[in-house]
Every structure is written in C-alpha cells, then in structure tokens.
C-alpha cells in the first residue's frame, strides 16, 4: 500500500502529480495554504465545504485545480471579479484567490485596485516569480529592471510594481510578503490571514528555474533557491517603507499590514439592513 | 398581472425580478442604465443583490461568480461594454453557466451616438466570443417582448446552463409601452437542475445521457470545478481530440437541438402574403407599418417579427414562410441577419432592405425600398 | 382603430410629464393599447420636447411608434407647432396654447386654442400646470380617455403634495371640452 502524504484528503490525488515543473516554487505554496487551511478546519473556525479557491490563468492559477473544495480556473485576470461574486450571495464561503504576478498585478490590476479599495473579503496569494512562465519567458510588471525577457531581449527597462506598497495604500486589512524559501513563515501568514475579514493580500517570492532561472543563470532549482534566499530578509513587522521591491537591494519579508477595519461585506450587508429598514 | 405603461428597460428589470434574479452586477453605460437603478432601488428589498464593479469585465465575471454561488444573475450593457464582456462569454459558455447579458445596442462603432438606436450587433451577440458556439439570442420589439422575453431568456439559462443575450436596441429601451406585469406564480420559471448524487459520485459536467449535466453550486460540498480549460465530465483539463469533440459538441447540441423549442415570432396577414417583410427588434414596428402601407397599395405584403434570433431554426423559418415568393429582410445595419436567413431560405429570393437609422427607419422609407422589387 | 397622438412644447412646459400621464391612463385604466415615445433636447429648458402616442384596440395595430399623421395633436408653442405642422394630418383635432401660439396655419383641422399658460397661472395660481389644464381640454373634447383614467393617474404619478392643483387645473377645462 503506498503510503500517503498528510494532505491528501485535501487534493484530488488522481490529478497529482501536478503539472509543475521540477524546482517549481508553486509546491511549497500549495503545500503551506493547505496547511494553514487545514489548521483552521481542524480548529472549527472554517467549514470544509466554505472553502473554495479561485485562480485566473497561469502557472499559479492551476493551482486551483489540485485542492479537492471548490474551486474555479477561470479567465486570465479575471479570479478575483468572479470570487467576489460568490462571497457576496454567499458570505460564508472562504474565497482564496491564487494567482501569479502576471494574473494579479498586470491583466487584473484594476480588479486587485478596486478589489484593495473594497477591502474585499478574500485571501488574494499573488506568487510572484517575476516572469510569465508559461507562456515562456516574457515581461511581468514584477520583472527587475534590466532583467531579460523574450520580450525586453535588450534588458526590461520599466520600473517593478510593489503590490505590498499598493495593498497597504488602498487599505487591505491584512498585507504580508513571504517567500517560498521561508515555509513556516509562509503557512504562519496564511494562517492569519484565512482568519481576517476584509481583504487579506500575501505576495509570495517564488522561484521559477525553468524560465526565470534560466534567464538570470540560475537553472538550476537549488541555485535559484539559494539566490533568491540570499536577497530576502524576515522582519517582525516591517514598515511600508521598508517594503522596496528591489532584486538588488533585496526583499524584506513580513506581516505589513495588520489591521481590522470593516470589510466589504460588513459594509455591504450594513447597506442592506438599511435597504430592509428603509421599510422596502 | 396588471397593465403598467413602462419602458422596456424598466420592462426587462421588473421581468427580470419575476423570473427570479437574485445578482446583477454592471456598470453604467447608456442606454441601460436605468436597468441598473431600477434593479438597485428594488431588487435589494426582495433578498437580491446589486453591485456596480469597476468595469463591464468585473460585472460579468462577478455574475458568473454569483451564478456559481445558486444565485440567478444578469449583466446588462451596450456594445462597448459587451465588446468587454466576450472574453467571458466564452468563459461562461465553457463553464456552463446560467447568465443573461442583457445587450441594449445603440448606434455604433466604437462610442458612434450613444443615446441613439441601431442593430449593428446582431451577430456579435452570438459569434462574438470565441469559440466558434452559439448562444441564444432573443430579440423583443416592444416593452410587452422585452418583459416576456426576459422571463424566457432566465428560464432558458437556467433549462440549457448556458448565457443568453437578450438582444434590445435603445428604441425599445426607451419606448413606453402598456405591459402586462406579472408575479412570481403567474409565469412559468425555470430553474437550473441539481445533482441527485453524493457528492462522492457527482461530476459536473456529465449530462447523464442528456446534453445539460445537473449543477451543484459553491457551498453544497460537491467540490465542484469551474473549468475553462477543456474537460471530461469531472472537469479535469484533457487536452485530447476525443475529449474536445465531446465536449463541442454536446455544447453546440444542447443549443442548436433546442431552436425548435426556442423558436418564436409573429406575423401578421401571413394568410396568402407574397412579399414577406421579416424583421426584428425596434426596425420590426417599421417593417410592420411598412408592410401596412403595401397592403394599402394593393400588394399582398406581410410582416414577420423573429423574437429568437439565435440558434435559428431553419425547418421553423422556412416553413413559415414556405408560401411567399420574397423575402425581405429589414434591419438597422447594413444587412447583418440578412445573410443568416440567405442561407436558411435557399429555394427563395432574400432580399436585404438595411436601412441606417439613429431611431427606426421610416416606414414609407421600408416600403419604398421594397418596392423597387416588386 | 388606430390613432395619433402628438404632444410638443418647449422644454420646461411639461410636456413629457403629459404625455406620461396620459400614456399611463390608456395603458393602465382601459383596454386599449399604447407605445408612446418621447424626443427632447439635451437642454432642460426651452429646446424641443414631444410626446409621441400611437393608440390602438388591437397589439399589433401598435405599430411604428413615431408620429406620422397624427390625429389629436396639441401644441403649446408656437416653436414646436411650426416644426411639426407638417406631422399633422387634415382633418385632426388639434389644441394649441393661444397664450404662446399666434399663428395658426390656414389647414382643415378642427383647432381649440385656449391660453392654457395664462389660465394655469390665473385659475390655479402657477402656469407650471399649464400642461394639465391643456391636458384637461384635449381629454374633454376628444374622449381619448376616460376623466377618472387621467385623474388615477395623476394621483399615482404626482407627489402627494402637488395632486390637488393638478387635478384642479386637469378639471378647468375638461367640461368646456365635452360641452
């Protein structure tokens, strides 16, 4: 009999092994979320069947192909419009919306802006791997400049997007920056933020070798894993400010933001009492 | 039911409520916007929702969240934003899920006169989004059709898991009309089937020998999958030949195989008519005054308006008007369902009146034209 | 039976809110048919404004919705009247607000002028329900539609505190008409 790994009541193990490249940083990711889903199961404070996960299109998004809750593999961009239209006919449901840099911060940028405004009631893991893996190797609004792509083969020129930056300005609850080079720290925050109402936003550093290693000179996984290691730093609560997004300078990983202001479903749901008590 | 004197905007949201909408998600555009604040103002009272999202992308996408959470959800927009919406037509085409796009075309392209009429989107309405599918398409030509047709396009959502368009233009979106309201109990409503399976069992994409597979929504405990991907009946991706004929073709069945059923029109002095003038939406009440003024002249002229533009039912077509010697297909555009029917009415002579108009060609411009071929 | 309806005015003299109302009283308080549609100016005040009404006792004698030889027309400037004469066949009933329209072109029509704005504002006290004491003649008159019809209507559509001086200034002339 083989034996089992610990997460398997939560996969759909027919579908595994994953479509993943070897040294893909997406297992550690998948890994940790199910953990810290698992504790919060296992704790009462979240119901199995309210769990469903939401990606768009990309290497992260097929994420939401593995988890055996619900889930959708929806449109490129388009995971977090479609878990917010679930959450509000269904505000019991945890919606956790996975997706890479390209699917959050590029083609669904302005629903991640209007969605951080909203302080939207879902857990949105943007891993950031810096590139368009794949589809082979072109730009991410997330690529560090001068860096080449296949589609900036003389170095990108254009500045990075910090959404840790954008998240705490537009007022997520929760914003945190981790790193798959740092498991425990990464199922820690996912941990806090399934228990968040309003928006909960974690960038994930994540390493793809097969694209973006390859590119920088780092093929290898271990050796990419080891170099994006070397350039993050773990700080109990970091200030916005020291949220740089720099591959030069490096990353500093930690819980940004920690608030609890209203979310939009207690915001909308206190529209609707007053909808019902206008005497409608 | 009661008499009220509406719009058919206003027509399509109060249909819209009866039929059973419980999530509207959009974003101003004219002409439909009073859709929006009529259903903002009202459908929070009866336990819906209403939510204005950050463009027509999010509204569609958030419907098509919202349809997977059990709730009846709709969109409504004009060409601009359905130009937007495509991408997730398809999504929703795919995903089988029941959604109504209410489409209130208006001059175009591009922003073209924005508070003004015209049918330039007949087609983009079902072969717009990609994939190369259809989508039924139902087309009123008054305030009274647009209620009715509402109701029709939510119960055929629900029946075939498939998006509808409900396909006005901004004269009857503007155009008061006596509309006979109905409530809950008064109409059929259809509702979408559900598993009959443990979850343990259920797969959700498999019609069980049918062609629409029963639909477990988010929150049940099925796990179901959402998949845009191309899939077996579990919704897993499964990039094969065999998988992809499957699936097209069950989607393509379960709508062309339902046109009979879906088919609706009427026709006036059909009885002994040789010169048939077919139209649809607003130009149809052009089409039928014009068709009035032939009569008047002596010509056996009939009019027929096509309230189900997509899929066309050919036998349904060809049979109504199997008696007439010429058709005359009359629309705001430059001759777009004109070609659909060509290819329907082999045996006949089609010919196209399409006449621009920012509201709805005259009625003695529609007879003029006919005439030449008389 | 098929008939035409045409209501015109500048911006600002209510003629939409006639047209609705009278719209609304056909549709909902008889059995006869009605598609109405109205036509007005970006600018709320003093560009054009009409009201068209097509009536019919059967749905589909309902048919195109724009005015072509209207029947019962009314005009309550001189403006409007002009650029619309021609929408009005011989023979019509046609009502013009004399406080506002001086020319009248030589046709067969059958013409009741009263000086709507100026009764409005010496009878009730605001030329603001003009429209409905004009609306008040036509009804009377022509029959189009039962007094009560209007009368249900106004109360259902008017806010509650403007009901009265409407339903005072619909009433003005509706005797004179039948008489």
Known sequence: ?280 | MRYEYITGNTAIAKASITAGLKFYAGYPITPTSDIFEYLARELPKRGGHVVQFEDEIASINAAVGASWACAKSMTATSGPGFSLMLETLSLAVITETPLVVAYVMRTGPSTGVPTRSGQYDVLQATYGFHGGLVIPVLAPSTPQEAYDLTVRAFNVSEELRTPVVLLSDAVVAHTYGKVAVRERGEVEVVDRGKPSVSPEAYRPYDPLGGLVPPMACFGEGYNVLVESLTHDERGYYAPRTDIQRRLMWRLYRKVVESSEKLFDYSATHLDGCEHALVSYGSTALSARAAAKLLREEGFRACSVTLRTLFPVYEEGVAGLLKGVEKVFVVENNVGLYFRELRGVLRDKEVVSVPLIDLDMPLPQEVAGVVKKWL | MRLEILIAGRGGQGILFLGHVLGKAIAEHTSLHVLGSETYAAETRGGDSRVDLVVADREEEADFIKVMRADIALFMHQLQLDAYKDLVRDGAVVFLDSSNVTDVPQRSWRVYAEPYTDIAEREVGTSRVANMVALGHLVGVTSVVPPEAIESAIREVVAREWVDVNLRAFRHLLRKGSA
């Open chain 1, 1 to 280: 009999m083989a034996v089992g790994h610990p997460l398997d009541p939560y996969l759909r193990v027919d579908r595994i092994p994953t479509m993943w490249c070897p040294g893909c940083g997406l297992g550690v990711v998948l890994g940790t979320l199910l953990r810290a889903v698992d504790r919060r199961i296992r704790e009462g404070q979240l119901k199995r069947e309210n769990v469903a996960f939401v990606g768009g299109i990309g290497c992260t998004a097929r994420m939401s192909l593995y988890p055996l809750f619900d889930s959708a593999h929806v449109a490129h961009g388009r995971a977090i419009p479609f878990a917010l239209g679930v959450k509000i006919v269904k505000p019991e449901m945890k919606m956790i919306v996975v997706g890479g840099d390209g699917d959050i911060a590029a083609i669904g940028g302005n629903h991640v802006l209007h969605a951080l405004r909203r302080n939207a009631d879902l857990l949105v893991v943007m891993v950031n791997n810096m590139v368009y893996g794949m589809t082979g190797g072109q730009l991410a609004p997330t690529t560090p400049r001068g860096l080449y792509t296949t589609t900036t083969p003389y170095g990108n020129p254009e500045k990075e997007i910090n959404m840790v930056r954008l998240a705490a300005a537009l007022g997520a609850n929760y914003v945190a920056r981790g790193s798959t080079t740092h498991p425990q720290l990464l199922e820690q925050m996912f941990y806090k933020a399934l228990a968040k109402r309003g928006m909960a936003f974690v960038e994930v550093l994540s390493t793809c070798p097969e694209i973006f290693g390859r590119h920088i000179g780092f093929r290898n996984p271990a050796d990419l894993y080891l170099e994006l290691r070397k350039r993050v730093v773990v700080k109990a609560r970091p200030s916005v400010e020291e949220s740089d997004y720099s591959w030069e300078k490096g990353f500093v990983l930690g819980e940004y933001v920690d608030r609890d202001e209203p979310g939009y479903i207690d915001v909308y749901s206190e529209y609707l009492s007053r909808v019902l008590g206008s005497g409608g």
